[in-house]
């Protein structure tokens, strides 16, 4: 209620009664003036100074004003010609006063934790095409809205709560403010808003317009922040003129880079374009404000408003329910699995839709032809503002019929400062407003792509210490963590654990830091004039203040125990050292840092300490002097302290004595000194005097007696840099590199430690017990006085780093640096391993060996060495080079070596060779006189290419790496002389003109891309990424404007999707799949230029080196972003590889055509302008690669049929419609055919072959090679299905769902699965011998038909008609021979009508009643979709390549015969095929193309009159109701237009120019959009996509929820928790899912991207912590994770194996994981420490394919031992194995080994060989694999013999064994599951599956049996036998 006051909107100035002057002020020049343009009295507020003219709400500063409205409006007209500001000051929930100013004054974006500075600038001019008249003089009437909740979320993560003041300062006109809840329209008048879902301006804010005037064109609207500011990665840019284009290019390009806010105002007088307004608003937003912003989700606006773009993530009830409107009426279930957060996006994400063709009135011009181009992105970024310019060609005031049609394109750079849970954002943002906020559609939009995630980065690590200085490290108040900077980086290192945290935001390295007592306050200083400091929260890691100092340079700071004082030393602008104190006791109370006094003085001061024991009180030193300060009065004094003769002595650094107890203050009040020459001194602070005065030696005898003092002849004393007191100690570091611990009263040393350097810094811990210690060589350590052991924490480079390179097999990093040292990191702890010194020759260049512990470096005198890591020490030199070594890269097989020099000289050696013997070496080779950078030198992933800058540095080289024979060199452009040994495969070159700079272009650094793409990149001098094929040299595209300045490094991942660019000071990630993306993703954090960047040898992370050496995590997911109960998992993160093996291979395993590579092309000149071949757009894409394979084929004749002729697909192709016209005649319409047992010729040439351009979705299902299984009659089954896992995303069409019965099916391999949505249950009907491909639910919901494929390769398909209320099947109808691509029910439920697949052509109709076939034709072509018309069941039409066709039913009786009619797609819609189509309102049909368009047709008259582009790839369904229409693309793009004015434009015919299709919403999901029901308002539905994963999607508040979700890829391994409630799954999409066994709800998912899972083990109860849950997982990259279940996070990661692991088990105690891997080696390892103490070789050269680990008293045996465990490898050998862990014993037991198969048996590829203890007899054990006969065999250990066997019908593919049953489950790979009594020997087969049954796994309890084929998964209820 305390609101309701200010609701609608509040009048300010009236409120505040402005014109009396009472609760407000006014200063200057401020006077009541009459405005001609609104005709009533406004404030003028003029004066040549702003802050000496203004009007200020309330009247004083300590009052508030207390207005609660989010928004402000400000009615205001700048004057011409001045500046204006603007100051509001902002109330946080937290009590912060934020004060955000806007003022065309500004220059650049500025931000502080109090402050937001944002430029405001007007512009105005004239359009010239077309365009008569002069731009309006002077400014306008503004209406300025301003969000002041967003402004204070986006850019400070900070709540909103009042508006305390205002302050207008000169000079400007103001009207009126006033303040709401409501977002009003100024330019919507109440008759428009009563038709409209807007808020028009109230009549009392409106400004007044003319009748026949439009709004716009008197006055201007800017809303800030703007609904898509407000999104982090996108950014809105109109088009414009190429000129206009051109001029902000040069201009954008001569500003610095900073944040703007423009409003660019462009139109006349009449004939004048309307106005159209930017904001662009460039912020620092913290990524995880993300949540709170996207959760900010204005409601749905229907046609007829704009519609902003949205980014809305589906938040959990409290309850941890899916939304509420997932669970409405009764339609939704619980959600399985977790939600899906995806995106709605409205107009912005993604590709952008087009308007229906064609728009002529409209042009397009664009800023940068280049940069838009098809074949890469379309952005120049980071730039320092962006502009707007919006033509049209006639005015047009606003009206709710015509709708506008302003064109847009996308940009957006992000730019993200390091840190390790709070990434900072700086983005360009820019917003075009409709006043009238009409609905636009939009053609070409193809740069608009997201980039995600967002941030794709984190910073997970640094390597590094100092910079500025290295004496700033201190310890926090508990002594658990140190605190030191980085560079520009603070950073807090845990001492236990070793983790960082970080502190960002600072430009420049850091040159004074400070702790107050408590550690909740942290301050920092940067070095610089003026120096900038920052205030933090200690605790949380946010800046509180960040404030200008006094001084120009600040070299100390110290801070009072109670955190109220802050005192810094530093010098002025005049070089005078200065003192400052800061009251900082209000700093995160509201309040900022005071200046309490300021002080100068003439004394030198090395230190400044505030006193402990009064904080009024603070000393110094220096050269000469001790000053003793005192603050009083707002005044700061100093004392000098009478030193006698040590006057002359250079002091050092002082400390005061701490007191034992607090009531001591006289020893407390005691100073200690320290000096360069070895005194130190005690002073009384109270009497000012010098107490004591002791000089320290290093000769000193320890314990012997000396003087209390000193004399200055006595010899050299220890050259003392810092000191630390304790109360009981004194710690002393000096520049011999020693560390002293002496008693108060330096009678004797108590402890040294000996450092690598001079010690620059000490610091005792709080607790006493530890000493930390700095080194001016970059060490930070602290020696542990107890222990007497001296740790070291972090070294680093003292230079920056030049090189690096990374190894794989040991996960280590090599770093050369400037400081003449080469360094062996560890990328796991980031320790220093090794370090090399060379004092007269710099290191330049290094490289691993990629097999071998060996590493290559070369140094400045062109000397290549090769380092041995075992031994540490030179292996070889060579000295082949004249000049600095500035490349050095070894092949991927290691076997060459390259290094290139200074002088222009490249040399090959043999590095397979241990001393790496030199093989050649060419002269004037190399580009000479280049820098040494890491990419100057590159060679191919698979080591057969080597690229580099040269012989000029216009050109780039590209030769054979290996093939370097005796051949002449190939004739090229450029003069060279020949060399004989070098084999040329292209030559390109780079020197175009920089406009920029006037010069030539030229290459910088060169890149590989993988092997399998073929790709070079090639950084240039004029800011260009060129992309080129490295075969041809054709350009394949082009990233322009990277950065301001070559970029000296590139990377690429191993899977082509980021690319890595070292750019200045900042690193930027670019996403490499998308051809138009939005802008790289900026990372800042280094202080001085990155010289590298490179990705981790695993792809998990990144690495950047330039002044230190920063680790980041890969944070880039495969799915969307999971939900997880109780906390997040860990994340390993990397580039996905579940869309890439996906895109290779079927879920369900079945072939697919490869993508082809390219084939090398004759080397020829290229400049770096050449195009691509004719007829390729230049760019990688499997379809297109696809299509020249297809089309490269050698054609076929027809295929004559007997008694039908059949058109083949190659020569429908070549001869278009007139083969059509030629087979139309030769159509067959028998009814019915010849039966489907009759022998029939089939058209098998194109089976298993992809089309080029067919959808994803239109995947042909193979033949299943299963084996029909006879059912026992009679016999009690011992399995009965329960449950799936997972969604069939092959299909398509293969999910029904029907809102009024809330009947809701998919399918799953071969079973149809009816779920209740309610309870989640689940019905399963089987029957089909193959996999299922589509669906189809009567219109009266009674019937559902199901197909899929023969039981075998000559049988055909199969149809089943079910019976939905009994879950019975009724009918089976077979006629098709391949497989069913559709099914449809004709609207009376009468007919069925069925379309076969490629390799069939067949289209069937099948009478309902009796299930007879009616009708059947065969089809000259494929056809890919087929509808029955809903408002006449007489027709139906099917569409296809190029046509659509139109059949009439006309029954005479019993018989049905078909009247014929194709339409050719017309040449205007420009695609090749029909993919999909649906009715819509009568006579309307929707068609879809693989080309992204959507056609509407005329079906009355048979004609296309509509087309529209709806997106950039492939439409696979449409589905049509109430005047929507609903799309799904290839790409996942769900997408919801407003169809309703299609009607009206039918009437237009071909001549439809309007844009009245509107797209409303979209969705992105996570694969191609393959099935979707909606309820009869399409409000929701539920929709399938290929990655397996059923969604429902609510338009209304635009979300997705993941209903059913299941592993991508192949399931790997199933375990159970030792309760049984929960069980985990692995696959190798990299996932680890824990579920409910309940349930089967997905509870946790750990996701370790860019690897395979393989193996999977749950730890045994724990006998002393059993509620502690983990699971052991085995990746491809040979590491083992271990995961807490309980805490859902990884707890440790280990890599004992270097190849792939494949199998992992727990011993019995829980307290050892035993691993296996690919190569044969056998692990063992402690999960407590991570270290492998035990390694076995036995079955070295076989993969490990099992180990079992049973608890067993061994001493039957003969052996000791309380584990007993096997390992099964795959040259069929199994080891039984006893062992003792903690006794570390482990003892063969057994040996066996089993004959191999002949080929023939195993059909060429041996099955696996498994093994495992029987659960009932422990001294049995059971063995299947490759052998000469298919049989268990069950092994007695005791006995020592083979004692019984039981046969099998095929070789076993997998293979579990129950306890109580006494049951085996076996696997074939025949799709058959069989178990086996072993007590009564009888045997029972089941069918289920689609794929071979590859995993088995009994339950403990054996209750249920897991089968997994694939990726499905099903569970089966075990009976009692």
């Known amino acids: 209620m305390a609101r309701a006051w200010q609701h609608p909107f509040l009048n300010v100035f009236r409120y505040f009664r402005v014109d009396e002057w009472k609760r407000s002020a006014k200063e200057g020049d401020v006077a009541v003036v009459t405005d001609k343009t609104l005709k009533g009295a406004v404030y003028r507020i003029r004066g040549s100074v702003s802050a000496a003219n203004y009007i200020q709400l309330p009247k004083t500063s300590t009052q508030s004003l207390g207005l609660t409205g989010r928004y402000l409006y400000v009615l205001f007209r700048p004057l011409p010609s001045k500046h204006f500001v603007i100051h509001l000051d902002v109330s946080t929930e937290d009590g912060q006063v934020i004060r955000v100013s806007f003022s065309n004054l500004f220059k650049e974006f500025k931000s502080t934790a109090t402050w937001l500075q944002f430029p405001f600038i007007l512009e105005a001019r004239t359009l010239q095409r077309g365009l008569v008249g002069l731009a309006t003089a002077g400014p306008r009437w503004t209406c300025l809205q301003l969000d002041l909740q967003d402004i204070l979320l986006v850019y400070l993560n900070r709540r909103y709560s009042h508006l305390k003041g205002i302050r207008l300062c000169a000079s400007l006109l103001v009207r009126n403010l006033y303040t709401s809840d409501l977002c009003f329209e100024p330019a919507v008048t109440r008759t428009q808003g009563a038709k409209l879902p807007l808020t028009p301006m109230p009549r009392e804010m409106a400004f007044p317009v003319p009748t026949g005037e439009s709004w716009h064109d008197r006055y201007i609207h800017v809303r800030f922040p703007s609904d898509r500011s407000k999104v982090p990665s996108e950014l809105i840019q109109e088009s414009r003129s190429p000129s206009e284009a051109e001029e902000r290019r040069q201009e954008a390009q001569a500003q610095p880079q900073g944040e703007l806010l423009r409003v660019r105002v462009q139109g006349a007088e009449a004939g004048a374009p309307r106005h159209r307004h930017l904001l662009q608003g460039h912020g620092h937003h913290e990524l995880l404000r993300q949540q709170h912003l996207r959760a900010h989700h204005r409601g749905g606006v229907p046609p007829g408003a704009l519609q902003q773009a949205l980014h809305h993530h589906v938040p959990r009830d409290p309850d941890g329910r899916a939304p509420a409107a997932a669970r409405r009426a009764g339609q939704a279930r619980r959600v ?68 506008l049609e302003p064109w847009a394109q996308v940009e ?106 408590g550690s909740s306050l942290l301050a920092s200083a940067q070095a610089g004039a003026p120096s900038v400091m920052r205030l933090w929260d200690f605790q949380t890691g946010g800046c509180l203040s960040l404030f200008r100092s006094p001084m120009h340079a600040i070299c100390s700071l110290s801070f009072a125990d109670s955190r109220a004082l802050l005192c810094g030393v530093g010098k002025d602008h005049h070089g005078r050292t200065m003192v400052v104190a800061w009251g900082t ?8 840092a005071v200046v309490l006094a300021k002080a100068h003085t003439d004394f030198d001061i090395q230190a400044f300490r505030v006193a402990c024991f009064d904080e009024t009180r603070m000393a110094s030193c220096g050269q000469g002097s001790v000053l003793l300060w005192r603050l009083r009065g707002g005044v700061l004094r100093s004392c000098p302290v009478d030193l006698g003769e040590n006057h002359v002595l250079h002091f050092t650094d002082l400390a005061f004595k701490q007191a034992q107890d607090s009531c001591q203050e006289t020893s407390a009040a005691m100073l200690f000194v320290c000096s360069h020459s070895g005194h130190v001194l005690e002073i009384d602070c109270r009497r000012v005097v010098v107490k004591r005065v002791r000089r320290l030696f290093p000769t000193w005898t320890l314990g012997g007696p000396r003087p209390q003092k000193q004399t200055f002849g006595s010899g050299p004393g220890i050259a003392i840099s810092s000191l630390s007191v304790s109360p009981t100690v004194c710690a002393v570091g000096s520049e011999d590199g020693y560390l002293r611990l002496w008693p108060l009263d330096f009678s004797s040393v108590l402890l040294e430690a000996e450092h690598e350097g001079p010690v620059s810094s000490v610091s005792v811990s709080p607790d006493g017990l530890r000493v930390l210690s700095t080194t001016s060589s970059g060490h930070l350590g602290f020696l542990d006085t107890p222990s007497r052991v001296y740790c070291m924490l972090a070294r680093s480079h003292t230079a920056p780093v030049l090189a690096l390179a990374t190894e794989q097999r040991r996960g280590q990093l090599a770093t050369v640096s400037r400081d003449r040292t080469v360094r062996i990191w560890d990328l796991a702890t980031l320790q220093q391993l090794y370090d090399f010194t060379s004092s007269e020759d710099a290191p330049c260049a290094v490289t691993f060996h990629p097999t071998r512990p060996t590493l290559f470096c070369g140094f400045s005198s062109g000397a290549v060495r090769s380092f041995s890591l075992e031994v540490a020490e030179v292996l070889v030199e060579h000295k082949c080079h004249r000049g600095d070594v500035t490349g050095l890269i070894a092949t991927p097989d290691g076997r060459l070596l390259f290094s290139a020099c200074r002088q222009g000289s490249l040399a090959q050696y043999n590095c397979a060779d241990p001393q790496c013997r030199i093989l050649r070496v060419a002269a004037d080779v190399v580009c000479r006189d280049a820098p040494a950078r890491p990419s100057s030198l590159a060679v191919s992933g698979d080591g057969c290419l080597l690229a580099f800058v040269g012989p000029s540095r216009h050109t780039v080289t590209v030769m ?104 200045g000071r900042a690193v930027k990630v670019w996403d490499y799949v998308t051809k138009a993306s939005s802008g790289p993703q900026v990372y800042i954090g280094h202080s001085e230029p990155v010289q590298a960047v490179t990705f981790s040898p695993d792809q998990q992370q990144v690495l950047s080196a330039g002044d230190a050496i920063f680790l980041w995590d890969i944070l880039a997911t495969t799915e969307s972003e999971q939900s997880f109960p109780g906390g997040s998992p860990a994340c390993e993160a990397g580039p996905g590889t579940g869309q890439l093996e996906d895109a290779e291979s079927g879920a369900s395993g079945l072939p697919q055509q490869p993508v082809p590579k390219p084939s090398p092309a004759s080397p020829p000149w290229l400049g770096i302008c050449a195009r691509p071949p004719k007829g390729g757009d230049g760019t990688f894409s499997t379809s297109d690669e696809e299509g020249h394979c297809e089309e490269s084929r050698s054609p076929r004749r027809l295929g004559q049929a007997p008694g039908r002729p059949v058109l083949t697909e190659e020569e429908a192709g070549r001869d278009g419609v007139g083969a059509w016209a030629a087979a139309v005649d030769s159509w067959e319409l028998a009814a019915p055919p010849c039966p489907p047992s009759q022998p029939r010729t089939r058209d098998t040439s194109n089976l298993g072959t992809p089309r080029t351009t067919c959808l994803a979705s239109h995947k042909a299902f193979m033949l299943a090679k299963g084996t029909s299984l006879p059912t026992p ?80 390769m000559d049988a055909p398909c199969q149809i089943r008609i079910w019976d939905v209320s009994a879950g019975l099947c009724q009918h089976l109808i077979s006629y098709h021979s391949t497989s069913v691509l559709a099914l449809a029910f004709s609207p009376d439920d009468r007919l069925l009508v069925t379309l076969g697949g490629r390799g069939d052509r067949t289209l069937t109709l099948w009478s309902m009643a009796t299930c007879d076939l009616v009708s059947s034709t065969r089809l000259p072509e ?190 790997n391994e199933v375990v159970f928790s030792p309760g049984e409630s929960h069980c985990a799954t692995c696959s190798e999409d990299g996932s680890v899912r824990v579920w409910s066994l309940a349930s089967m709800e997905l509870v946790i998912q750990f996701q370790v991207l860019n690897q ?38 990884m707890e440790l990661k280990m890599r004992p194996h270097t190849a792939v692991l494949t199998a992992v088990a727990f011993s019995t105690d829980g307290q050892t994981v035993l691993s296996g891997d690919k190569d044969g080696l056998v692990a063992v390892s402690r999960p407590c420490t991570g270290m492998t103490f035990r390694v076995l070789s036995d079955h070295q050269g076989a993969p490990i394919s099992t180990i079992d680990v049973t608890h067993k008293k061994c001493g039957d045996l003969g052996v000791e031992g309380t584990d007993l465990w096997l390992v099964a490898s795959g040259d069929q050998r199994v080891s039984v194995w006893a062992s003792d862990w903690l006794r570390n014993h482990c003892e063969l037991v057994d040996w066996l080994s089993f004959p191999t198969p002949a080929a023939a048996e195993t059909r060429g590829q041996l099955p696996p060989s498994l093994a495992a203890f029987c659960p009932w007899d422990g001294a049995l054990l059971m063995y299947v694999g490759p052998g000469v006969y298919k049989e268990v065999i069950i092994y007695n250990l005791c006995q020592k013999q083979v004692v019984e066997k039981i046969p099998l019908p095929f070789f076993a593919t997998s293979l579990s064994l129950s306890l109580g049953t006494r049951l085996l489950a076996v696997g074939f790979a025949e799709c058959m599951l069989r178990l086996v009594d072993c007590a009564t020997g009888t045997t029972q087969d089941f069918a289920g599956h689609n794929s071979a049954v590859h995993l088995c796994r009994f339950t403990p309890s054996t209750r249920l049996l897991f089968t997994a084929a694939h990726n499905e998964i099903l569970v089966w209820e075990v009976a009692s036998c």
């Open 336 to 403: 399985r699995g977790h939600q899906g957060s995806h995106q709605v996006h409205q107009l912005e994400s993604g590709q952008a839709p087009s308007a229906p063709r064609p728009l002529g009135e409209v042009s397009l011009s664009q800023e940068n032809p280049e940069a838009s181009s098809a074949d890469g992105p379309s952005v120049q970024a980071p730039k320092p503002f962006l502009t707007v310019s919006l033509s049209r060609e006639r005015s047009e005031a606003f009206n709710t019929d015509g709708p």
């Open 412 to 517: 957006a750079s992000d730019v993200h400062t390091a840190a390790a849970g709070t990434h900072v954002l700086t983005q360009e943002l820019a917003e075009v407003e409709e006043s009238a906020q009409v609905p636009v559609a939009r053609e070409d939009a193809s740069s608009c792509k997201r980039f995600l995630p967002d941030p794709v980065l984190r910073l997970k690590g640094v390597i590094g210490f100092g910079g500025h200085s290295t004496r700033q490290a201190v310890w926090t108040a508990d002594g658990a963590a140190v605190v030191y900077p980085c560079h520009s980086v603070i950073i807090v290192l845990l001492v236990g654990t070793r983790e960082q945290r970080f502190f960002l935001g600072h430009t420049d390295k850091v040159s004074a830091l400070a702790l107050d007592g």
């Open 585 to 592: 006791g209000q700093v995160g109370l509201g309040g900022e």
């Open 960 to 1063: 054979g790496s290996a093939s370097l024979d005796e051949s002449t060199s190939r004739p090229c452009r450029v003069q060279m002389r020949p060399r004989p040994w070098t084999h040329w495969l292209l030559r390109v070159g780079v020197s175009t003109l920089d406009p920029a700079s006037g010069r030539l272009d030229s290459a910088v650094a060169v890149c590989f891309g993988p092997a399998a793409l073929g790709h070079l990149l090639v950084s240039t001098s004029s800011n260009r990424v060129v992309v080129l094929d490295a075969a041809s040299g054709h350009m394949i595209r082009e990233l322009p404007g990277v950065h301001h300045g070559p970029c000296p490094s590139l990377a690429l991942s191993e899977d082509a999707r980021f690319l890595l660019m070292a750019a």
């Open 1273 to 1352: 009659g009679g016999e009690r089954r011992w399995l009965r299905l329960k449950a799936v896992v997972g969604y069939s995303g092959n299909g398509r069409a293969n999910m029904v769902w029907k809102p009024d019965t809330g009947f809701f099916a998919y399918t799953c391999g071969r079973l149809v699965v009816v779920e209740d949505l309610h309870s989640g249950t689940q019905q399963l009907w089987p029957g089909h011998p193959a996999e299922i491909s589509t669906l189809a639910l009567s219109h009266s919901a009674q019937v559902l038909a199901s197909a899929s494929g023969g039981s075998s």
């Open 1422 to 1611: 494929p056809v890919y979709s087929v509808a029955f018309n809903p408002w006449d069941a007489s027709e139906l039409t099917c569409v296809g390549q190029g046509a659509v066709t139109f059949w009439l039913l006309q029954q005479h009786g019993a018989d049905v015969s078909l009247q014929v009619h194709r339409e050719p797609v017309p040449e205007a819609v420009g695609a090749g095929e029909l993919t999909s189509l649906c009715y819509g309102a009568p006579p309307l049909l929707y068609c879809g193309t693989s080309s992204g368009q959507v056609c509407v047709w005329d079906t009355s008259a048979s004609r296309c009159f509509l087309a529209w582009e709806a997106d950039n790839s492939g439409i696979g369904l449409l589905l049509f109701s109430g005047f929507r229409l609903v799309s799904g693309s290839n790409t996942g793009r769900l997408r919801l237009w407003a169809v309703g004015a299609v009607s009206e434009l039918r009437r237009k015919g071909s001549g439809a120019r309007s844009s009245s299709v509107l797209m409303e919403r979209e969705l992105v999901l996570d694969g191609a959009v393959v099935s979707a029901s909606f309820d009869d308002s399409v409000d929701m539905g539920i929709v399938g996509t290929t990655a397996g994963t059923l969604w429902f999607v609510s338009w209304a508040e635009g979300t997705s929820t993941r209903l059913i979700s299941g592993h991508r890829s192949k399931v």
């Open 1652 to 1689: 395979s899972c393989l193996c999977l083990a749950w730890s045994p109860a724990c006998c002393g912590h059993p509620k502690q849950q983990r699971l052991a997982a085995g990746y491809g990259d040979g590491s083992l994770r271990i995961f807490s279940v309980s805490r859902t996070a």
